[in-house]
């Protein structure tokens, strides 16, 4: 079992910056990957960038450059960077786990609102 609260939400202008936060608790050690996805208003939940244990990342076309996701094994804590931020950024973002064992099993936290205006 893992828990997952995200932090770091609010709202800012365009160009402007975030950094969200989400802390996992639980069976740690089980933990494959993490990631942040995020849900805009009338749409459906979209991947915005993973990260393995041992570091490997992966992000979304509309992240790249733009975003940049990291974690801090010690503190069993995944941070997003988020700069030159864009009102389409406007969405709930979720942290994401995904547990290998004893099968692969996928988790999630409540999400935090992140706001960008024009």
């Known amino acids: 079992q893992v828990q997952l609260v995200e932090s770091g939400g609010g709202l800012v202008q365009a160009g402007g910056s975030l950094r969200l936060s989400c802390a996992a608790s639980?069976?740690?050690?089980?933990?494959?990957?993490m990631g942040w996805y995020r849900r805009a208003p009338g749409k459906q939940r979209d991947l915005v960038a993973t990260?393995?244990?041992?570091?490997?990342?992966n992000y979304a076309d509309s992240a790249k450059g733009r975003f940049t996701i990291s974690r801090d094994n010690a503190k069993n804590t995944v941070y997003l960077q988020m700069n030159s931020l864009k009102p389409e950024d406007t969405a709930v973002y979720y942290c994401?786990?995904?547990?290998?064992?004893?099968?692969?099993?996928?988790?999630w936290g409540q999400g935090t609102q992140v706001t960008v205006s024009s």
């Open positions: 994401n786990a995904v547990l290998t064992r004893p099968r692969l099993t996928a988790y």
């Open positions: 639980g069976s740690i050690s089980s933990i494959n990957a």
């Open positions: 990260i393995t244990t041992d570091g490997r990342t």
